[in-house]
């Protein structure tokens, strides 16, 4: 699951990139696009903080994960121990 948003973010970084490469590029070579470099700016920032949104959360289901993981192990680990002593 944490992939998908490690996917996620990286898309949303490149769009950031490239949103603020846009905003250098002189309005004769955007014909038909937006030319005002502060938009271009303001997109690039709210894809920068998509994209870091997006990496908090992978990160934090990746941790999540790891605990789900870890606490089953144990479980497992508790009842192998128990049925050991029994025998």
Do not use: C
């Not at 490149?14 to 030319?35: D, K, R, T, Y």
């Not at 949104?53 to 128990?82: W, Y």
């Amino acid at each position: 699951m944490s992939k998908n948003f490690y996917i996620l973010a990286g898309s949303f970084f490149v769009f950031a990139l490239i949103s603020a490469g846009m905003a250098f590029v002189p309005s004769s070579f955007q014909p038909g696009l937006p030319a005002n470099g502060t938009l271009w700016r303001t997109i690039a920032l709210f894809f920068l903080l998509l994209g870091l949104a997006a990496a908090l959360i992978g990160t934090m289901s990746n941790l999540f994960e790891q605990v789900d993981r870890h606490g089953e192990e144990a479980r497992r680990a508790a009842r192998r121990k128990r049925r050991g002593s029994r025998g």
